[in-house]
């Protein structure tokens, strides 16, 4: 296991690499019963939720994941390529979240997104939806 230094551009975020997955955990603004509506959503196998405010420090920790060897490794070493598996995000202006379909952590019977405090992503991945979130980040500048 492998922990990702933590850099200021993170912010809230920590991600622990083992083998061929990324362990992302996020630290509440709170701990308490509101905690539930600043945390990460995911949907087993569909998708993930993000905190718009937190959109940025994800990026950036994707962003160094992609530094490490591990990851070009699992990139490097799967037949995906240039497939995208990763739908454009799109923002709950109700809830304040910015949702993407795609592969987050394994699927299960669970359905909807649910706040939860750590969630898995497969490595090989992590460049599609760096370059998803990328793209989101330059139109919310450019519409700002």
């Known amino acids: 296991m492998f922990q990702i230094p ?8 920590t991600v622990r690499l083992c083998e061929d997955v990324a362990v992302f955990a996020c630290t509440p603004l709170v701990e308490d019963h509101t905690a539930a509506r ?3 959503r995911a949907w087993d196998g569909r998708g993930l939720g993000l905190p718009e405010h937190d959109v ?8 160094e994941i992609m530094k490490t060897p591990l990851f070009w490794r699992a990139y490097r070493g799967t037949a995906r390529g240039a497939e995208q598996l990763w739908a454009e995000p799109h ?7 910015v949702y993407l379909s ?9 359905v909807g997104y649910r706040p ?11 460049r599609g939806l760096r370059i998803r979130l990328a793209a989101y980040l330059r139109d919310s500048l450019v519409s700002a």
């Open 6 to 13: 933590a850099t200021a551009d993170m912010r809230r975020w």
């Open 38 to 40: 600043a945390l990460p």
């Open 56 to 63: 940025a420090g994800f990026a950036a920790a994707l962003g």
């Open 91 to 97: 923002t709950d202006t109700e809830d304040g979240f």
């Open 102 to 110: 795609g592969p987050c952590g394994e699927a299960s019977d669970v």
């Open 116 to 126: 939860v405090y750590s969630f898995t992503l497969a490595l090989a991945d992590l």
